[in-house]
T-cell receptor, first 111, second 113 residues
Framework: DAKTTQPPSMDCAEGRAANLPCNHS???????VYWYRQIHSQGPQYIIH???NNETNEMASLIITEDRKSSTLILPHATLRDTAVYYC????????????FGTGTRLTIIP | GAVVSQHPSRVICKSGTSVKIECRSL??????MFWYRQFPKQSLMLMAT?????????EQGVEKDKFLINHASLTLSTLTVTSAHPEDSSFYIC?????????FGQGTRLTVV
């Protein structure tokens, strides 16, 4: 079973910041938070991952709460191409642990 | 970033025939690859874990004799759907582990008629 909880859908206006929440209250100390997105009829795309510090890359920022029980993915200036299903996943980094996908959040960017 | 190539992207086959799907890691070596299946409006479901040079590990409920997985090299894993039936029609996706992340192929849309 997936270890994360996400809202099923969200809308965001084009050009605004999209903030996608994720709850992972049972996360263990050696598990990372990963975010992927899947655009219709394509394979998932890696976005970002983190352990406990906030992370930023060219695609997004990841904010993890101090207790690590929840996190937020931020797309700073959403475009229509960001419309996709976003998956928040917790997993170990060491080894080759499989990724277990939940239902994700369907993000729709509104023109 | 790491690139995973999956082929074919789309295939239509007749019921009872077999279909092979290839998954290649283009710029890195992958000792472990994963195969997923996705039905319309559903999330990805892991089918099996493919390890180079050894037998694949199948998830509960996945028929290993129907979904044959071969991982003969560090850059190639194949999934063969044997004796395909219409209920096998789905979107099949592979992924490969690279450093701290897993990277996915483009997916294969299989339609069995």
């Amino acid at each position: 079973d997936a270890k994360t909880t996400q809202p099923p859908s969200m809308d965001c206006a084009e050009g605004r910041a999209a903030n996608l929440p994720c709850n992972h209250s049972t996360i263990s100390g050696n598990e990372y938070v990963y975010w992927y997105r899947q655009i219709h009829s394509q394979g998932p795309q890696y976005i970002i991952h983190g352990l406990k510090n906030n992370e930023t890359n060219e695609m997004a920022s990841l904010i993890i709460t101090e207790d690590r029980k929840s996190s937020t993915l931020i797309l700073p200036h959403a475009t229509l191409r960001d419309t996709a299903v976003y998956y928040c996943i917790v997993r170990l980094v060491l080894g080759n642990e499989k990724l277990t996908f939940g239902t994700g959040t369907r993000l729709t960017i509104i023109p | 970033g790491a690139v995973v190539s999956q082929h074919p992207s789309r295939v239509i086959c007749k019921s009872g025939t077999s279909v092979k799907i290839e998954c290649r890691s283009l710029d890195f070596q992958a000792t472990t690859m994963f195969w997923y299946r996705q039905f319309p409006k559903q999330s990805l479901m892991l089918m099996a874990t493919s390890n180079e040079g050894s037998k694949a590990t199948y998830e509960q409920g996945v028929e290993k004799d129907k979904f044959l997985i071969n991982h003969a090299s560090l850059t190639l894993s194949t999934l063969t759907v044997t004796s395909a039936h219409p209920e096998d029609s789905s979107f099949y996706i592979c992924s490969a582990q690279f450093r701290a992340g897993a990277f996915f192929g483009q997916g294969t849309r299989l339609t069995v008629v």
